[in-house]
């Protein structure tokens, strides 16, 4: 069993910026961190993925504003810059261990005032 801790979210005006952060209460056998958002009435998407190999991949929607890490083997922060109010959403941080057993923080608000 993974527990994931997210820290980060708030109130934050268009054209600025916020940072998440999320713990996992164990790094062993953790292949790829990652961070979702879902805003009411969409789907949840994905909005990047960084693997225990430090490759990265990007939503189109937030590429060259948002930026993964992976601070440690148990930490991943998301570094967004230039927000707008469509970044608004619940922002969900994701594991997956080698194992491929999936586990899901309990999310984060960001909402991006115009």
């Known amino acids: 069993q993974v527990q994931l801790v997210e820290s980060g979210g708030g109130l934050v005006q268009a054209g600025g910026s916020l940072r998440l952060s999320c713990a996992a209460s164990?790094?062993?056998?953790?292949?790829?961190m990652g961070w979702y958002r879902q805003a009411p009435g969409n789907e949840r998407e994905l909005v990047a993925t960084i693997t225990s190999g430090r490759s990265t991949h990007y939503a189109d929607s937030v590429k060259g504003r948002f930026t993964i890490s992976r601070d440690n083997d148990n930490t991943v922060s998301l570094q967004m810059n230039s927000l707008t109010p469509e970044d608004t959403a619940v922002y969900y941080c994701?594991?997956?261990?080698?194992?491929?057993?999936?586990?899901w923080g309990q999310g984060t608000q960001v909402t991006v005032s115009s």
């Open positions: 994701r594991v997956v261990l080698r194992s491929r057993d999936v586990y």
């Open positions: 164990r790094s062993i056998f953790i292949a790829t």
